[in-house]
Nanobody, 120 residues
């Protein structure tokens, strides 16, 4: 089992910035990919950014240039820094941790989400 806990959400004015944190713990063979997703009311959950074991990052087109996903090592918390926030960034942000279990299976674990609200 893996526990995933997000933090760092809140209310911010347009143009502001936030840093979200995803802490994960548990006994697994390895952590594969950690991704940040978001879900706005009435919309499907979408990938915002991800980082793999090699530290390679990938971003949704809407987040390129104004967000940075980072971590120190595969087991450390994963951060998502977002700047120039827009009202359309308002959503619940979820962290997904894909792990390789000792059984040889890949399993996805989700956190409970953290609310980000962008409004004036």
């Amino acid at each position: 089992q893996v526990q995933v806990v997000e933090s760092g959400g809140g209310s911010v004015q347009p143009g502001g910035s936030l840093r979200l944190s995803c802490a994960h713990s548990g006994t697994v063979f390895s952590v594969d990919i950690v991704g940040w997703y978001r879900q706005a009311p009435g919309k499907q959950r979408e990938l915002v950014a991800s980082i793999d074991t090699g530290g390679n990052a990938d971003y949704a087109d809407s987040m390129k240039g104004r967000s940075t996903i980072s971590r120190d090592n595969p087991g450390s918390p994963v951060y998502l820094q977002i700047k120039s926030l827009k009202p359309e960034d308002t959503a619940v942000y979820y962290c997904n941790v894909r792990v390789l279990e000792f059984s040889g299976s890949y399993v996805d674990y989700w956190g409970q989400g953290t609310q980000v609200t962008v409004s004036s």
